[in-house]
Protein backbone atom coordinates (compact mmCIF):
# COMPACT_ATOMS: atom_id res chain seq x y z
CA UNK A 1 0.00 0.00 0.00
CA UNK A 2 1.40 3.40 -0.99
CA UNK A 3 1.35 6.65 1.52
CA UNK A 4 -2.46 8.43 2.00
CA UNK A 5 -3.14 10.76 0.45
CA UNK A 6 -5.51 13.26 2.16
CA UNK A 7 -8.03 15.37 0.66
CA UNK A 8 -9.42 18.55 2.51
CA UNK A 9 -13.40 18.06 1.90
CA UNK A 10 -15.92 14.83 2.58
CA UNK A 11 -16.34 12.18 0.22
CA UNK A 12 -18.17 9.16 0.23
CA UNK A 13 -18.49 5.76 -1.99
CA UNK A 14 -19.04 5.84 -5.28
CA UNK A 15 -17.96 9.35 -5.82
CA UNK A 16 -14.61 10.55 -7.13
CA UNK A 17 -12.80 13.11 -6.04
CA UNK A 18 -9.62 15.08 -7.52
CA UNK A 19 -6.34 15.85 -5.59
CA UNK A 20 -4.48 18.58 -7.27
CA UNK A 21 -2.20 21.17 -5.75
CA UNK A 22 1.11 19.74 -3.24
CA UNK A 23 -1.07 16.06 -3.01
CA UNK A 24 -1.70 16.08 -6.28
CA UNK A 25 1.98 16.75 -7.42
CA UNK A 26 3.23 14.90 -4.99
CA UNK A 27 1.11 11.65 -6.28
CA UNK A 28 1.25 12.10 -9.70
CA UNK A 29 4.68 13.09 -10.21
CA UNK A 30 6.67 12.17 -6.82
CA UNK A 31 5.08 8.87 -6.21
CA UNK A 32 3.73 8.39 -10.07
CA UNK A 33 0.99 6.68 -9.24
CA UNK A 34 -1.05 4.99 -12.14
CA UNK A 35 -3.81 4.34 -13.45
CA UNK A 36 -6.35 1.41 -11.89
CA UNK A 37 -3.78 1.42 -8.98
CA UNK A 38 -5.35 0.90 -5.28
CA UNK A 39 -4.96 3.66 -2.72
CA UNK A 40 -5.78 4.93 0.53
CA UNK A 41 -7.52 7.98 0.91
CA UNK A 42 -8.21 9.94 3.89
CA UNK A 43 -10.92 12.32 3.24
CA UNK A 44 -11.46 14.86 6.17
CA UNK A 45 -10.27 13.03 8.60
CA UNK A 46 -12.06 9.48 7.22
CA UNK A 47 -10.10 6.58 5.83
CA UNK A 48 -11.19 4.95 2.47
CA UNK A 49 -9.64 3.00 -0.69
CA UNK A 50 -10.39 4.09 -4.10
CA UNK A 51 -8.89 3.52 -7.30
CA UNK A 52 -6.44 5.84 -9.78
CA UNK A 53 -8.63 6.80 -12.95
CA UNK A 54 -6.83 9.15 -14.01
CA UNK A 55 -3.14 10.96 -13.55
CA UNK A 56 -1.88 13.98 -15.44
CA UNK A 57 1.80 14.40 -14.98
CA UNK A 58 1.91 17.43 -16.30
CA UNK A 59 -0.79 19.80 -14.39
CA UNK A 60 0.07 17.28 -11.33
CA UNK A 61 -3.75 16.21 -11.05
CA UNK A 62 -5.19 12.93 -10.07
CA UNK A 63 -8.51 11.50 -10.19
CA UNK A 64 -9.52 8.93 -8.22
CA UNK A 65 -12.88 7.10 -7.53
CA UNK A 66 -13.74 6.11 -4.02
CA UNK A 67 -14.54 2.28 -3.61
CA UNK A 68 -14.61 1.39 0.26
CA UNK A 69 -14.92 2.84 3.73
CA UNK A 70 -12.67 1.36 6.16
CA UNK A 71 -11.62 1.51 9.89
CA UNK A 72 -10.63 4.37 11.48
CA UNK A 73 -6.65 4.09 11.83
CA UNK A 74 -6.91 7.28 14.73
CA UNK A 75 -6.77 6.59 18.25
CA UNK A 76 -10.13 7.07 20.47
CA UNK A 77 -7.70 8.11 23.20
CA UNK A 78 -5.43 11.49 22.15
CA UNK A 79 -1.69 11.46 23.52
CA UNK A 80 -0.01 15.80 22.73
CA UNK A 81 3.39 15.80 22.80
CA UNK A 82 5.22 18.61 24.19
CA UNK A 83 8.94 18.97 23.30
CA UNK A 84 11.16 21.23 24.56
CA UNK A 85 13.55 22.45 21.73
CA UNK A 86 16.05 20.40 20.82
CA UNK A 87 18.97 20.80 18.24
CA UNK A 88 20.00 19.77 14.58
CA UNK A 89 17.15 17.88 13.21
CA UNK A 90 15.83 16.34 16.67
CA UNK A 91 12.42 17.79 16.64
CA UNK A 92 12.12 16.50 13.41
CA UNK A 93 12.55 13.07 14.17
CA UNK A 94 10.84 13.30 17.46
CA UNK A 95 7.78 14.40 15.22
CA UNK A 96 8.62 12.07 12.72
CA UNK A 97 8.47 9.21 14.97
CA UNK A 98 5.41 10.29 17.24
CA UNK A 99 3.26 10.66 14.46
CA UNK A 100 3.76 7.38 13.38
CA UNK A 101 3.14 6.12 16.70
CA UNK A 102 -0.22 7.80 16.92
CA UNK A 103 0.25 11.72 18.73
CA UNK A 104 -2.29 13.26 17.91
CA UNK A 105 -0.52 17.07 18.01
CA UNK A 106 2.77 18.85 18.99
CA UNK A 107 3.96 21.56 21.07
CA UNK A 108 7.31 22.43 20.11
CA UNK A 109 8.41 25.25 23.15
CA UNK A 110 11.80 26.94 23.79
CA UNK A 111 13.37 25.89 27.09
CA UNK A 112 15.55 27.39 29.56
CA UNK A 113 18.11 24.65 28.47
CA UNK A 114 17.68 24.68 24.42
CA UNK A 115 20.65 25.47 22.67
CA UNK A 116 19.22 26.87 19.79
CA UNK A 117 16.94 29.92 19.81
CA UNK A 118 14.55 31.17 17.04
CA UNK A 119 13.86 34.10 15.71
CA UNK A 120 10.01 35.11 14.78
CA UNK A 121 11.42 34.28 11.40
CA UNK A 122 13.35 31.35 11.90
CA UNK A 123 10.21 29.83 13.93
CA UNK A 124 8.04 30.10 10.94
CA UNK A 125 10.19 28.49 8.42
CA UNK A 126 10.59 25.94 11.39
CA UNK A 127 7.08 25.30 11.81
CA UNK A 128 6.28 25.29 7.93
CA UNK A 129 8.60 22.14 7.55
CA UNK A 130 7.22 20.11 10.95
CA UNK A 131 3.97 20.60 9.65
CA UNK A 132 5.65 19.30 6.48
CA UNK A 133 7.42 16.40 8.18
CA UNK A 134 4.09 15.54 10.07
CA UNK A 135 1.83 15.40 6.65
CA UNK A 136 4.21 13.10 5.79
CA UNK A 137 4.52 10.83 8.45
CA UNK A 138 0.58 10.84 8.60
CA UNK A 139 0.02 9.68 5.07
CA UNK A 140 3.31 6.99 5.02
CA UNK A 141 1.77 5.83 8.61
CA UNK A 142 -1.91 6.21 7.04
CA UNK A 143 -2.88 8.20 9.38
CA UNK A 144 -6.45 9.65 9.15
CA UNK A 145 -5.39 13.17 10.27
CA UNK A 146 -2.42 14.49 10.29
CA UNK A 147 -1.23 15.55 13.67
CA UNK A 148 -1.44 19.68 14.56
CA UNK A 149 2.09 21.06 15.02
CA UNK A 150 2.40 24.54 16.91
CA UNK A 151 5.60 26.55 18.58
CA UNK A 152 5.67 28.54 21.84
CA UNK A 153 7.99 30.36 22.97
CA UNK A 154 7.95 29.43 26.49
CA UNK A 155 5.71 27.74 29.24
CA UNK A 156 3.52 31.20 29.32
CA UNK A 157 2.70 31.41 25.94
CA UNK A 158 1.83 27.94 25.58
CA UNK A 159 -0.86 28.15 28.06
CA UNK A 160 -3.81 28.74 25.82
CA UNK A 161 -3.06 25.10 24.13
CA UNK A 162 -2.96 23.70 26.72
CA UNK A 163 -6.52 25.48 28.78
CA UNK A 164 -8.09 24.30 25.20
CA UNK A 165 -7.21 20.74 25.17
CA UNK A 166 -8.67 20.32 29.04
CA UNK A 167 -5.87 17.04 29.40
CA UNK A 168 -7.23 14.78 31.92
CA UNK A 169 -3.44 14.20 32.93
CA UNK A 170 -0.11 16.33 32.06
CA UNK A 171 2.38 13.65 32.49
CA UNK A 172 6.37 15.89 32.87
CA UNK A 173 8.80 12.98 31.97
CA UNK A 174 11.41 14.19 34.59
CA UNK A 175 14.50 11.99 35.22
CA UNK A 176 15.02 13.12 38.67
CA UNK A 177 11.78 12.01 39.52
CA UNK A 178 12.09 8.36 41.35
CA UNK A 179 8.54 8.22 43.03
CA UNK A 180 5.65 8.00 40.30
CA UNK A 181 6.19 5.92 37.30
CA UNK A 182 4.00 6.13 34.31
CA UNK A 183 1.80 2.70 34.58
CA UNK A 184 1.37 3.80 38.49
CA UNK A 185 0.39 7.53 37.12
CA UNK A 186 -2.09 5.89 35.10
CA UNK A 187 -3.77 3.80 36.99
CA UNK A 188 -5.65 6.69 38.49
CA UNK A 189 -7.13 7.21 35.16
CA UNK A 190 -8.70 3.97 34.33
CA UNK A 191 -10.60 3.49 30.74
CA UNK A 192 -14.06 4.96 30.78
CA UNK A 193 -16.41 5.45 28.08
CA UNK A 194 -15.39 8.95 26.86
CA UNK A 195 -11.71 8.58 25.46
CA UNK A 196 -9.45 10.83 27.55
CA UNK A 197 -6.63 13.69 26.91
CA UNK A 198 -3.28 13.11 27.70
CA UNK A 199 -0.48 15.98 27.13
CA UNK A 200 3.33 13.76 27.35
CA UNK A 201 6.05 16.77 28.08
CA UNK A 202 9.78 16.23 27.03
CA UNK A 203 12.24 18.35 27.47
CA UNK A 204 15.44 19.55 25.52
CA UNK A 205 18.67 17.68 25.48
CA UNK A 206 20.05 19.41 28.94
CA UNK A 207 16.01 18.95 30.51
CA UNK A 208 14.15 21.22 32.20
CA UNK A 209 15.74 23.46 34.82
CA UNK A 210 13.74 24.15 38.70
CA UNK A 211 12.14 26.75 38.05
CA UNK A 212 10.35 25.24 34.86
CA UNK A 213 10.18 21.84 36.64
CA UNK A 214 8.18 23.92 39.52
CA UNK A 215 6.01 25.78 36.71
CA UNK A 216 4.58 22.81 35.34
CA UNK A 217 3.42 21.20 38.60
CA UNK A 218 2.13 24.27 40.12
CA UNK A 219 0.68 26.12 37.28
CA UNK A 220 -0.10 23.55 34.84
CA UNK A 221 -0.40 21.00 37.27
CA UNK A 222 1.63 18.13 35.97
CA UNK A 223 2.42 14.70 37.55
CA UNK A 224 6.54 14.30 37.35
CA UNK A 225 6.78 10.98 36.11
CA UNK A 226 9.72 8.38 35.85
CA UNK A 227 10.39 6.15 33.43
CA UNK A 228 13.11 4.12 34.95
CA UNK A 229 16.19 4.22 35.80
CA UNK A 230 17.87 4.24 32.33
CA UNK A 231 18.38 7.68 30.83
CA UNK A 232 16.55 8.40 27.44
CA UNK A 233 17.83 11.14 24.94
CA UNK A 234 15.52 13.41 24.52
CA UNK A 235 14.29 12.16 20.87
CA UNK A 236 13.79 9.32 22.22
CA UNK A 237 11.76 9.94 25.47
CA UNK A 238 8.44 10.88 23.35
CA UNK A 239 7.84 7.99 21.01
CA UNK A 240 8.73 5.87 24.39
CA UNK A 241 5.85 7.90 26.42
CA UNK A 242 3.05 8.35 23.66
CA UNK A 243 3.55 4.60 23.04
CA UNK A 244 3.01 3.45 26.51
CA UNK A 245 0.49 6.02 27.27
CA UNK A 246 -1.96 4.68 24.36
CA UNK A 247 -0.82 1.14 25.52
CA UNK A 248 -2.07 1.50 27.78
CA UNK A 249 -5.52 2.38 26.59
CA UNK A 250 -5.47 -0.53 24.44
CA UNK A 251 -4.35 1.78 21.01
CA UNK A 252 -1.80 -0.32 20.12
CA UNK A 253 -3.75 -3.21 18.41
CA UNK A 254 -5.54 -3.82 21.54
CA UNK B 1 26.10 12.96 35.08
CA UNK B 2 28.20 11.82 32.45
CA UNK B 3 28.70 8.62 30.68
CA UNK B 4 29.08 5.09 32.44
CA UNK B 5 32.21 3.68 32.23
CA UNK B 6 32.35 -0.12 32.09
CA UNK B 7 34.81 -2.23 34.44
CA UNK B 8 35.18 -5.64 33.53
CA UNK B 9 36.00 -7.10 36.66
CA UNK B 10 33.76 -7.38 40.13
CA UNK B 11 34.78 -4.25 42.61
CA UNK B 12 33.33 -3.10 46.21
CA UNK B 13 32.75 -0.18 47.44
CA UNK B 14 35.95 1.41 48.75
CA UNK B 15 38.05 -0.26 46.28
CA UNK B 16 40.20 1.64 43.94
CA UNK B 17 39.73 0.70 40.22
CA UNK B 18 41.34 1.82 36.95
CA UNK B 19 40.23 2.13 33.46
CA UNK B 20 42.38 1.86 30.55
CA UNK B 21 42.23 0.25 26.83
CA UNK B 22 39.43 1.83 24.98
CA UNK B 23 37.37 3.00 28.18
CA UNK B 24 40.26 4.69 29.82
CA UNK B 25 40.98 6.29 26.41
CA UNK B 26 37.44 7.67 26.33
CA UNK B 27 37.27 8.67 29.75
CA UNK B 28 40.65 10.27 29.64
CA UNK B 29 41.09 11.39 26.40
CA UNK B 30 37.64 12.14 24.76
CA UNK B 31 35.01 13.05 27.44
CA UNK B 32 37.82 14.41 29.86
CA UNK B 33 37.06 13.67 33.04
CA UNK B 34 38.34 15.56 35.85
CA UNK B 35 39.76 14.25 39.32
CA UNK B 36 37.33 15.36 41.98
CA UNK B 37 34.67 14.47 39.20
CA UNK B 38 31.39 12.33 40.33
CA UNK B 39 31.30 9.32 37.46
CA UNK B 40 28.65 6.43 37.31
CA UNK B 41 30.94 2.71 36.82
CA UNK B 42 29.18 -0.72 36.10
CA UNK B 43 31.47 -3.43 37.53
CA UNK B 44 30.51 -6.72 36.26
CA UNK B 45 26.80 -5.91 35.60
CA UNK B 46 26.69 -4.14 38.93
CA UNK B 47 26.35 -0.28 39.40
CA UNK B 48 28.33 2.03 41.71
CA UNK B 49 29.03 5.48 41.79
CA UNK B 50 33.08 6.84 42.39
CA UNK B 51 35.35 9.71 42.45
CA UNK B 52 38.01 10.27 39.92
CA UNK B 53 41.22 10.29 41.30
CA UNK B 54 43.84 10.19 38.40
CA UNK B 55 44.06 10.79 34.75
CA UNK B 56 46.90 10.24 33.00
CA UNK B 57 45.67 11.91 29.35
CA UNK B 58 48.72 10.51 27.76
CA UNK B 59 48.41 6.75 28.53
CA UNK B 60 44.64 7.35 28.61
CA UNK B 61 44.48 5.86 32.12
CA UNK B 62 41.44 6.95 34.68
CA UNK B 63 41.60 5.48 38.28
CA UNK B 64 38.42 5.96 39.75
CA UNK B 65 37.84 5.32 43.76
CA UNK B 66 34.05 3.37 44.33
CA UNK B 67 32.51 4.97 46.40
CA UNK B 68 28.84 3.71 46.82
CA UNK B 69 26.69 1.43 45.40
CA UNK B 70 23.74 2.13 43.26
CA UNK B 71 20.20 0.78 42.34
CA UNK B 72 20.32 -1.38 39.67
CA UNK B 73 19.30 -0.37 36.16
CA UNK B 74 18.57 -3.13 33.89
CA UNK B 75 15.27 -4.42 33.59
CA UNK B 76 13.71 -7.47 35.49
CA UNK B 77 11.94 -8.85 32.54
CA UNK B 78 14.32 -9.52 29.43
CA UNK B 79 13.25 -8.67 25.90
CA UNK B 80 15.12 -9.32 23.08
CA UNK B 81 14.65 -8.18 20.01
CA UNK B 82 15.18 -9.69 16.28
CA UNK B 83 15.64 -6.80 13.71
CA UNK B 84 15.45 -7.85 10.02
CA UNK B 85 18.77 -6.22 8.37
CA UNK B 86 17.48 -3.00 6.72
CA UNK B 87 19.34 -0.61 5.10
CA UNK B 88 21.85 2.51 5.55
CA UNK B 89 22.17 3.20 9.45
CA UNK B 90 18.65 1.97 10.09
CA UNK B 91 20.09 -1.08 12.29
CA UNK B 92 22.13 1.56 14.22
CA UNK B 93 19.07 3.89 15.13
CA UNK B 94 17.22 0.63 16.27
CA UNK B 95 20.13 -0.41 18.36
CA UNK B 96 20.91 3.33 20.01
CA UNK B 97 17.07 3.64 20.49
CA UNK B 98 16.35 0.39 22.04
CA UNK B 99 19.82 0.15 24.11
CA UNK B 100 18.37 3.53 25.83
CA UNK B 101 14.59 1.62 26.67
CA UNK B 102 16.09 -1.31 28.14
CA UNK B 103 16.64 -4.20 25.57
CA UNK B 104 18.97 -6.68 26.50
CA UNK B 105 20.29 -7.96 23.31
CA UNK B 106 19.77 -8.18 19.91
CA UNK B 107 19.69 -10.22 16.87
CA UNK B 108 19.85 -8.55 13.55
CA UNK B 109 18.80 -10.93 11.09
CA UNK B 110 18.85 -11.22 7.40
CA UNK B 111 15.64 -11.41 5.63
CA UNK B 112 14.00 -12.37 1.80
CA UNK B 113 13.44 -9.15 1.53
CA UNK B 114 16.42 -7.17 2.95
CA UNK B 115 17.28 -4.65 0.81
CA UNK B 116 21.29 -5.28 1.91
CA UNK B 117 23.10 -8.61 1.52
CA UNK B 118 26.45 -8.86 4.02
CA UNK B 119 29.45 -10.58 3.16
CA UNK B 120 30.79 -12.57 6.00
CA UNK B 121 33.41 -10.10 6.13
CA UNK B 122 31.70 -6.89 5.91
CA UNK B 123 28.63 -8.96 8.57
CA UNK B 124 31.75 -9.05 10.87
CA UNK B 125 32.96 -5.52 10.19
CA UNK B 126 29.21 -4.36 10.87
CA UNK B 127 28.96 -6.25 13.72
CA UNK B 128 31.80 -5.10 15.44
CA UNK B 129 30.17 -1.35 15.08
CA UNK B 130 27.19 -2.39 16.21
CA UNK B 131 28.35 -3.43 19.12
CA UNK B 132 30.40 -0.39 20.21
CA UNK B 133 26.44 1.24 19.46
CA UNK B 134 25.10 -0.51 21.78
CA UNK B 135 28.00 0.10 24.47
CA UNK B 136 27.82 3.95 23.90
CA UNK B 137 24.23 3.92 24.23
CA UNK B 138 24.97 1.68 27.06
CA UNK B 139 27.10 4.08 28.57
CA UNK B 140 24.90 7.08 27.60
CA UNK B 141 21.81 5.91 29.19
CA UNK B 142 23.36 4.18 32.41
CA UNK B 143 22.40 0.78 31.89
CA UNK B 144 24.05 -2.04 33.95
CA UNK B 145 25.16 -3.99 31.28
CA UNK B 146 25.65 -3.99 27.46
CA UNK B 147 23.06 -5.21 25.45
CA UNK B 148 24.62 -8.34 23.45
CA UNK B 149 24.44 -8.11 19.82
CA UNK B 150 24.16 -10.87 17.01
CA UNK B 151 24.04 -11.39 13.73
CA UNK B 152 22.14 -14.40 11.70
CA UNK B 153 22.02 -14.99 8.14
CA UNK B 154 18.92 -16.23 8.50
CA UNK B 155 16.10 -18.03 10.64
CA UNK B 156 17.17 -21.21 10.68
CA UNK B 157 20.99 -20.21 11.73
CA UNK B 158 19.30 -17.79 14.51
CA UNK B 159 17.39 -20.91 16.00
CA UNK B 160 19.91 -21.95 18.61
CA UNK B 161 20.47 -18.54 19.67
CA UNK B 162 16.67 -18.77 20.41
CA UNK B 163 16.63 -21.91 22.03
CA UNK B 164 19.30 -21.13 24.37
CA UNK B 165 16.84 -18.04 25.51
CA UNK B 166 13.67 -19.93 26.19
CA UNK B 167 11.75 -16.97 25.74
CA UNK B 168 8.13 -16.87 27.67
CA UNK B 169 6.86 -15.73 24.35
CA UNK B 170 8.04 -14.48 20.67
CA UNK B 171 5.88 -12.01 19.63
CA UNK B 172 6.07 -11.23 15.49
CA UNK B 173 5.17 -7.83 15.18
CA UNK B 174 2.98 -7.84 11.88
CA UNK B 175 1.34 -5.47 10.04
CA UNK B 176 -1.09 -7.73 8.42
CA UNK B 177 -2.23 -9.10 11.74
CA UNK B 178 -5.82 -7.66 13.03
CA UNK B 179 -7.09 -10.02 15.53
CA UNK B 180 -4.36 -10.07 18.58
CA UNK B 181 -3.05 -6.61 19.38
CA UNK B 182 0.29 -6.81 22.08
CA UNK B 183 -1.49 -5.77 24.93
CA UNK B 184 -4.10 -8.84 24.40
CA UNK B 185 -1.24 -11.16 24.10
CA UNK B 186 0.32 -10.33 26.93
CA UNK B 187 -2.23 -10.50 29.56
CA UNK B 188 -1.36 -14.18 28.61
CA UNK B 189 1.73 -13.99 30.71
CA UNK B 190 0.82 -12.43 33.80
CA UNK B 191 3.51 -10.99 36.46
CA UNK B 192 4.97 -13.81 37.98
CA UNK B 193 7.83 -14.27 41.04
CA UNK B 194 10.39 -15.25 38.79
CA UNK B 195 11.47 -12.65 35.74
CA UNK B 196 10.06 -13.16 32.28
CA UNK B 197 12.17 -13.30 28.65
CA UNK B 198 9.78 -11.97 26.00
CA UNK B 199 11.26 -11.79 22.03
CA UNK B 200 9.88 -9.16 19.37
CA UNK B 201 10.24 -9.82 16.11
CA UNK B 202 10.59 -6.98 13.50
CA UNK B 203 10.94 -7.26 9.79
CA UNK B 204 13.03 -5.21 7.17
CA UNK B 205 11.32 -2.43 5.68
CA UNK B 206 9.37 -4.36 3.53
CA UNK B 207 8.52 -6.51 5.84
CA UNK B 208 8.53 -10.63 5.63
CA UNK B 209 7.35 -12.52 3.37
CA UNK B 210 4.33 -15.38 4.16
CA UNK B 211 6.90 -18.14 3.84
CA UNK B 212 8.82 -16.42 6.70
CA UNK B 213 6.13 -15.67 8.67
CA UNK B 214 4.71 -19.11 8.25
CA UNK B 215 8.21 -20.22 9.56
CA UNK B 216 8.25 -17.95 12.72
CA UNK B 217 4.66 -19.19 13.93
CA UNK B 218 5.22 -22.70 12.86
CA UNK B 219 8.94 -23.36 13.60
CA UNK B 220 9.24 -21.27 16.26
CA UNK B 221 5.49 -21.23 17.78
CA UNK B 222 5.75 -16.81 17.48
CA UNK B 223 2.93 -15.31 17.89
CA UNK B 224 1.59 -12.74 15.44
CA UNK B 225 0.73 -9.79 17.03
CA UNK B 226 -0.74 -6.36 15.86
CA UNK B 227 0.20 -2.80 17.35
CA UNK B 228 -2.45 -0.84 15.40
CA UNK B 229 -3.51 0.29 12.33
CA UNK B 230 -1.15 2.56 11.53
CA UNK B 231 2.18 1.17 10.21
CA UNK B 232 5.62 1.77 11.58
CA UNK B 233 8.58 2.31 10.21
CA UNK B 234 11.31 -0.59 10.93
CA UNK B 235 13.22 1.57 12.47
CA UNK B 236 10.24 2.63 15.09
CA UNK B 237 8.56 -0.80 15.47
CA UNK B 238 11.66 -2.27 17.77
CA UNK B 239 11.48 0.83 20.00
CA UNK B 240 7.45 0.70 20.54
CA UNK B 241 7.26 -2.86 21.11
CA UNK B 242 10.08 -3.01 23.78
CA UNK B 243 8.80 0.14 25.36
CA UNK B 244 5.22 -1.27 25.67
CA UNK B 245 6.64 -4.90 26.82
CA UNK B 246 8.73 -2.99 29.29
CA UNK B 247 5.88 -0.81 30.54
CA UNK B 248 3.41 -3.46 31.16
CA UNK B 249 5.70 -5.69 33.41
CA UNK B 250 6.44 -2.34 35.76
CA UNK B 251 9.75 -1.77 34.36
CA UNK B 252 9.53 1.66 33.27
CA UNK B 253 9.63 3.52 36.26
CA UNK B 254 6.63 1.13 37.41
Known amino acids: ?18 FDGEQGH ?7 VRVG ?15 VEDVDGKAGLVRVRITSAIEPHET ?11 KGDKVETVIQKCTEVGAA ?11 VRLSPDKADAKLERWRKIALEAASQSQRDIPPTVHYFEN ?8 AELQPDAILFLDEDERALGLRNALQRYPRVDSPRTFVVVVGPEGGWDDKERSHWVEAFGALRISLGPRILRTETAGAVGVAAVLYEYGELGG
Do not use: D
Open 26 to 32: HFARVLR
Open 76 to 86: ATKVFLVQGLA
Open 155 to 162: ANTLKPWL
Open 37 to 51: EEISVAANGEPFLGI
Open 105 to 115: GFAIIGATRSV
Open 1 to 18: MISRAFYPHRTCVGETIV
